[in-house]
Nanobody, 126 residues
Framework: QVQLVESGGGLVQAGGSLRLSCAASGRTFNTQAMGWFRQAQGKEREFVAAITWTIGATDFADSVKGRFTISRNNAENTVYLQMNSLEPEDTAVYYC???????????????????WGQGTQVTVSS
């Protein structure tokens, strides 16, 4: 089992920044990639970003490309989502997820992931 704990959410004004963290524990050696997803109230969960543990390959949703970055600290089993130029449309609960075995192209799909965190709320005021 892998446990994921997100932190760093909060309230920020439009144009501001936040950095989310996802700390992984347990059998993390079984995981190959980490992803961030978000779900706004009344909407479906959507892919935000993903990164592989080994070479650090990344992927981003078009809606956040150029504003968000994802990084990882392998020694601390932690993944970060740096969110800049935040917009009210970024308001959502953000979830961290871990995938055991996957192809890079499948990282945009929630069904690829085996473990999920509890989520952290991000609210962007206009």
């Amino acid at each position: 089992q892998v446990q994921l704990v997100e932190s760093g959410g909060g309230l920020v004004q439009a144009g501001g920044s936040l950095r989310l963290s996802c700390a992984a524990s347990g059998r993390t050696f079984n995981t190959q990639a980490m992803g961030w997803f978000r779900q706004a109230q009344g909407k479906e969960r959507e892919f935000v970003a993903a990164i592989t543990w080994t070479i650090g390959a990344t992927d981003f949703a078009d809606s956040v490309k150029g504003r968000f970055t994802i990084s990882r600290n392998n020694a601390e089993n932690t993944v970060y989502l740096q969110m800049n130029s935040l917009e009210p449309e970024d308001t959502a609960v953000y979830y961290c997820a871990a995938a055991r075995i996957t192809s890079f192209l499948s990282l945009r799909h929630g069904s690829t992931y085996d473990y999920w965190g509890q989520g952290t709320q991000v609210t962007v005021s206009s």
